[in-house]
């Protein structure tokens, strides 16, 4: 599945790409090595991708910013933080696409990676909780600084009520290419590894809350960059009114 993923966010993506030119070199995409768009399987589209975020950026930055880029940036964004997860992590970064990855912490043998003998020097936001040593699981979950996320995903998946593939879906929005939709979503305005730094909009709370519940990090961040756009405050404590 995550597989078909990677190959449908290419899809989505390439509605928004500009052709790429000469100036998509491979020493470029190696400067920006854990950009979200090396996640992507095909090199051309990974290039001209490239290309269509430095520009949507530019945008951005000279206060122009074109709606039809929106949903772009929030998409690579997120791929963008969870690919400089595994690198502080050091994970591969292509196990997070594949399915046939097992989570580095439920490996054993003397081929075990190194990866979790160094997670006391990670921030506190990516060091293991137990489900992540005690339940073998995909390491997709892994590299989202969220603890209670990845706690109660994981021990929810062994029990058979929580479908990654459907929060998977939902978060990166691979049916929603305007943009427009109402589907649940995490976006990344911050530090990759920081909470605070990420945002969960309102249809996130509502179908997938239960999984950050404990984490009030996220919360603060929500409401923070709400209020940096000028809309109102969430209030966690009575069903998410607004």
Not at 26 to 36: I, P, R, T
Request: a negative charge; glycine letters at 8%; proline letters at 7%.
């Amino acid at each position: 599945m995550r597989q078909e993923f990677f190959r449908q966010v290419e899809g989505v993506t390439n509605e928004n790409l500009v052709e790429a030119g000469s100036s998509a070199s491979g020493s470029a995409e190696g400067d920006m090595a854990d950009d979200g768009y090396t996640l992507l399987p095909c090199p051309d589209r990974r290039a001209r991708l490239m290309i269509a975020v430095q520009e949507a950026r530019r945008n951005l930055a000279l206060g122009t910013p074109q709606p039809l880029q929106l949903p772009l940036i929030v998409r690579v964004n997120l791929l963008t933080a969870l690919a400089r997860n595994t690198r502080i992590m050091g994970f591969n970064k292509h196990s997070i696409c594949e399915d046939e990855f097992i989570s580095p912490f439920n490996l054993k043998g003397p081929d075990l990676p190194c990866a979790p003998r160094q997670a006391s020097s990670w921030p506190l936001s990516l060091r293991p909780t137990e489900a992540q040593f005690m339940i073998t699981h995909h390491p997709f979950l892994d590299v989202f600084p969220i603890p209670s996320l990845r706690e109660n995903g994981i021990r929810a998946e062994e029990l058979g009520f929580f479908d990654e593939d459907d929060f998977c879906n939902d978060i990166f929005n691979m049916d929603d290419k305007d943009g427009e939709g109402e589907r649940p979503r995490l976006l990344v305005w911050g530090e990759s590894w920081d909470p605070r730094g990420w945002e969960a909009n309102v249809p996130f709370w509502k179908k997938w809350g239960w999984l950050i519940r404990g984490c009030p990090e996220i919360a603060e961040g929500t409401n923070y960059w709400r209020q940096k756009r000028g809309e109102k405050k969430l209030n966690f404590n009575f069903n998410l009114q607004v």
